[in-house]
């Protein structure tokens, strides 16, 4: 190789990333190439250990992302085929999510980067799992609305052609994923819900009738809370009158009136908007119920709708390092990158507060 040759490869040498999740109760690490390409995506599920409590155990969640982070980041980098000292930039999720498991990925992030002298990003989690149906299509239509549907996050978003995201409304109360979490509990299904939920649905029929709160309100709002209520009314009425409980009945009625709620609110953002695509993102865009109604929904309305595959819908990196691999190259000589003390766990989600 001569020497032009060796800098112009150097000069098209893409960015390396190496990215952490540990919001909530889901130890992930992923390694991409530029903005788009993920090398490795590993995902360290805790499922098991908040099973019994029917939720996450924020002090569980902790202490178990401190004994996956290690080995969860080399089969990251095994799997990538990179050497730590490939990586260029390290992307963190510090905001929203449980203070102690965010501070857990965000100590290992600080810690690497420091050592290394890399830039380090610091990534909203909604923004992230927003960012995955880039993941999933590179060029869909700008503007788009955002419909994030998580366990802890109901909202949507407009995404302009920057990539940059505008809160618009979203969840008074619990999150659909926490209600569907909720419900299954009630019914003594197991953790997470969503898809246990979800899978005894399909055998049921949606015949009885569950509300949809603030249906007629015109606003970008939310709220499952009164309907997951009504769910367990509904619950205790029937384990009155029956000997058997008609289980997938009731999950079959609590999907068909969440997903309601979220196509009429979807509905309601699309005209108000006028948006060139809708994104559909968060665990619970993984519900095979809500995947068709909004593809339906997209075709009658002649707009793209762009839903993530689920395994880049329920928690993971690769949509971290996708958002920060984004913001770095938009910026990169900003000195703000290496400030690592700066940059703070937040738990809450601040854009909401304003
Ligand atoms: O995005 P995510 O993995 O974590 C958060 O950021 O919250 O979402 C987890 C949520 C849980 O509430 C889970 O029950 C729900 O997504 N979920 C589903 C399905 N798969 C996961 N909800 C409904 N149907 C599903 N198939
Ligand atoms: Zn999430």
Redesign the pocket.
């Known amino acids: 190789m001569s020497d032009c040759d060796i800098i112009d490869h150097i000069m098209k040498k893409q960015l390396i990333t190496l990215a952490i999740e540990t919001?909530?109760d889901?130890t992930a690490s992923a390694v991409l190439e530029g903005e788009f390409s993920v090398l490795s995506s590993v995902v360290a599920s805790q499922a098991d250990l908040h099973e019994k409590y029917g939720g996450v155990v924020p002090e569980l969640a902790c202490r178990r992302h401190m004994e996956l982070m290690q080995p969860v980041v080399a089969e990251a980098m095994e799997k990538a085929k990179k050497e730590f000292s490939d990586i260029d930039l390290v992307c963190v999720t510090n905001t929203p999510g449980l203070v102690g498991a965010l501070l857990v990925g965000l100590s290992y992030a600080k810690g690497f980067a420091f050592a290394r002298n890399l830039p380090l990003v610091g990534v909203n989690?909604l923004e992230g799992?927003i960012t995955a149906a880039f993941l999933e299509k590179r060029d869909l239509p700008l503007p788009s609305l955002a419909l994030l549907v998580?366990?802890?996050?109901t909202e949507f978003f407009m995404v302009d052609e920057n990539r940059d995201m505008k809160w618009l409304g979203g969840t008074r109360d619990d999150a659909a994923?926490?209600a569907?979490?909720k419900v299954a509990r009630v019914l003594s299904l197991g953790y997470?819900?969503?898809?246990l939920?979800?899978r005894m649905a399909d055998k049921g029929k949606a015949r009885f009738n569950l509300p949809i709160a603030l249906a007629s309100s015109g606003k970008l709002e939310f709220s499952f809370s009164g309907p997951k209520t009504a769910t367990k009314q509904l619950i205790d009425k029937l384990e009155k009158e029956n000997e058997e409980l008609p289980v997938a009945d009731v999950c079959a009625s609590f999907q068909k009136a969440t997903v309601s709620a979220l196509i009429l609110k979807t509905k309601l953002a699309i005209e108000i908007n006028s948006p060139e695509s809708i994104i559909v993102a968060?665990?619970?865009a993984?519900?095979?119920a809500l995947r068709e109604e909004m593809r339906k929904l997209g075709s009658e309305l002649s707009i793209p709708v762009v839903i993530p595959t689920p395994h880049l819908?329920?928690?993971n990196a690769a949509m971290i390092g996708a958002v920060g691999a984004h913001k770095y190259m938009k910026d990169p000589d900003n000195p703000h990158w290496k400030d690592y003390m700066s940059l703070d766990a937040i738990p809450t989600f601040q854009a909401k507060l304003a």
């Open positions: 919001s909530c889901e989690h799992h998580s366990g802890g996050h994923g926490e569907f979490d997470p819900g969503g898809p939920i979800e968060g665990g619970v993984c519900n095979g819908c329920s928690d």
